[in-house]
């Protein structure tokens, strides 16, 4: 009888698990799950590395600082979700004095119109568009899933990459000023 492990944030079917963090770091030997789905992984510095030399080209430690109108993506996520491995681009939408949004209600409308927007133009291409709302403290999620086959047939490298995302994917009209006229002050 074969043994099934316990995994601490789920096995990707439920919600993303993510890979790599934002740091293109392993969150964790996920090789067994990876093997289930019949997915390729390979290795940096004779160590499992949940991602293929291919895959690993388009996430890098990076903050893309302008994906439409003054937000950012975090780009060295990747994760597994129902099955599938998926580049995870995710823009943390913050409130508080050094940031943006002067409150939660104000980011919390603004994460909600970035998805309305980039959500049919990520679907259509395979991917998920998710909202985590309070992440943390002061800040709400917007965890964009995209398949590894579309970045591959879109862009050579990861330069070309981010400026598919920044010009065109998840190039968004909307920006923090534009809620900050609707917002009503809690």
């Known amino acids: 009888m074969e043994e099934t492990r316990e995994y601490r944030f789920d096995n990707g079917n439920a919600a993303p698990l993510y890979l790599t963090n934002q740091g293109c ?24 590395y949940p991602l293929t030399k291919a895959e690993e080209i388009y996430i890098a430690d ?9 937000i950012g993506a975090l780009m060295g996520y990747s994760a597994l979700y129902k099955g599938q491995k998926f580049l995870a681009p995710s823009v943390e939408v913050q409130w508080g004095e050094v940031y943006g949004a002067s409150s939660d209600a104000e980011a919390l409308e603004f994460a909600k119109r970035f998805v ?3 959500e049919p133009r990520v679907s259509a291409i395979g991917g998920h568009v998710l909202l985590e709302e309070d992440m943390g403290p002061d800040r709400h999620c917007v965890q964009i899933l995209i398949p590894f086959t579309h ?6 490298d990861y330069d070309g990459w981010a400026s598919y995302l920044t010009n065109d994917l998840l190039k968004t009209s909307g920006t923090l ?7 009503p002050k809690v």
Do not use: C, H, W
Not at 151 to 156: C, R, S, Y
Not at 177 to 183: G, I
């Open 151 to 156: 970045a591959q047939a879109t862009a050579q």
């Open 62 to 70: 990076d903050m893309q600082d302008e994906i439409g109108n003054g």
């Open 177 to 183: 000023d534009d809620v900050k006229t609707t917002t």
């Open 25 to 48: 770091e392993v969150t964790e030997n996920y090789a067994d799950l990876l093997d289930r789905f019949s997915l390729p992984y390979g290795e940096f510095e004779g160590d499992f």
């Open 116 to 118: 309305a927007e980039i």
